[in-house]
């Protein structure tokens, strides 16, 4: 039998306090530099593979690229925390992404376009830790709490997103300076980011706020082995209803998201707008999904989870459905964007919290890297089938097919709850 979820809404011991808040500050300072490296490392990697490779096909598989060592990562990170704490899985995780920097530095110098797609699989590692951060925050919180804790190491990706595009011009002129081939610099700066965040994790996250959780309960982690991990999350999700839902909408929210998201700037150029357009609309989208993460988490903990989700299934319908009658209108594809930003972060935040609160914690990192790997298998398959509707069929068929999925997908999970309400 598994034991019941730890987290209870009981007062926490002032010592507890101070260490949750302590653990809270540096995953916030190694998601800030942390997203300053994936930031800095991807604003340019679709055109240096583009000028590699002389093809802008191929220069799409950078982005691929990056999610699919995303997703690949998730679990090496999951069970590198199971066994030795969250510390260990981050390190890992941020130790890959540094590695795929520095090999694709030297791709760019020796001017090879399938090795600097392999620095960058590495480099989704990047992305891996600022995922897994955000559970690491829940550890020792308290039930009524969680999203908030969690929704706050979310938000500090903000600070990063919006800096690190921002950098790639002066890193790159910094790197010419200092001797390395035009394009390298970003990724040099971003080894560095990426080997700072590792630098705060491995030196200022102590205690380790999972193995703390697990000595104050008594518990330890089950499935040690990449197939036991697998195993085990999936024997989680069979007993734990809850999490199995929010593992639905996490996903459903992740898809929607990145399906709309990534042609809405091939939408906006065909139709005829400038490149400050288009990054003014993709600027106020990443907005929408992280500013006002902290407001979801707050809501998520008082009005529930499961009703902020549905909030997020709406609010992503309500995008979708802008989005794709939006015609040329900017202003219309643009309130789209925010909203969409907004559906996203409802579903991140919500369903996050609803797992950790959800699965007993000797089976919560395995249910945990289960979650990332299918986010951003979800994330990449999204991206694939977007193109693909846009190419047939145009923006206005997928703003439908991302509708209706998210729509089904709230009054699946209103069924569900209604069912299993007492």
Not at 62 to 75: E, Q, R
Request: hydrophobic letters at 50%.
């Amino acid at each position: 039998m598994t034991s019941a979820p730890t987290q209870s809404t009981a007062p926490l011991p002032e010592r507890i306090v101070r260490i949750q808040r302590r653990t809270l500050a540096v995953l916030s300072a190694s998601q800030i530099v942390g997203g300053v490296g994936v930031a800095v490392g991807l604003a340019l990697s679709s055109v240096v593979v583009d000028e590699l490779s002389g093809s802008t096909v191929i220069s799409g598989f950078a982005g691929t690229a990056t999610v699919l060592g995303a997703a690949l990562l998730a679990l090496p990170t999951a069970r590198a925390a199971g066994r030795g704490g969250r510390r260990a899985g981050l390190s890992l995780a941020y130790f890959a992404a540094l590695a795929g920097c520095l090999v694709s530095v030297l791709a760019i110098s020796l001017r090879t376009w399938p090795l600097l797609l392999a620095g960058l699989v590495l480099v989704g590692g990047g992305s891996a830790a600022n995922l897994a951060a955000r559970y690491s925050a829940t550890d020792l919180s308290p039930r009524d709490r969680s999203a908030r804790h969690l929704s706050l190491v979310v938000w500090a990706s903000t600070i990063g997103s919006v800096a690190g595009p921002n950098l790639a011009e002066p890193s790159d002129e910094l790197g010419v300076g200092l001797g390395l081939v035009e394009k390298a610099g970003p990724f040099a700066f971003a080894a560095l980011a990426f080997g700072l965040a590792l630098v705060v994790v491995l030196g200022m996250l102590r205690p380790d706020p999972l193995a703390l959780a697990r000595e104050l309960h008594g518990t330890r982690e089950e499935g040690g082995k990449r197939r036991g991990m697998i195993r085990t999350g999936l024997q989680a999700l069979r007993t734990t209803p809850m999490a199995r839902h929010a593992l639905v909408m996490i996903a459903v929210s992740h898809t929607a998201m990145v399906s709309v998201m990534s042609m809405t700037p091939v939408k906006l150029h065909h139709d005829g707008s400038n490149l400050d357009v288009i990054g003014l609309v993709i600027s106020l989208h990443i907005a929408g999904m992280y500013v006002l993460s902290p407001v979801v988490g707050w809501l998520a903990d008082k009005a529930g989870k499961v009703p902020v989700l549905v909030l997020g299934m709406a609010l992503l319908v309500s995008a979708a459905a802008l989005a794709g009658t939006a015609g040329h209108r900017v202003w219309q594809v643009t309130a789209a964007l925010v909203l969409l930003g907004l559906g996203w972060s409802c579903g991140l935040v919500a369903g996050s919290a609803l797992v950790s609160e959800s699965v007993p914690l000797e089976r919560r990192t395995a249910v945990q890297g289960l979650s990332d790997l299918l986010m951003n298998v979800c994330g990449a398959t999204g991206t694939i089938v977007a193109g693909a509707i846009v190419g047939l069929l145009g923006y206005g068929v997928l703003g439908l097919v991302v509708a209706v999925m998210a729509g089904l997908s709230g009054l699946w999970l209103l069924a569900v709850r209604r069912r299993t309400a007492p």
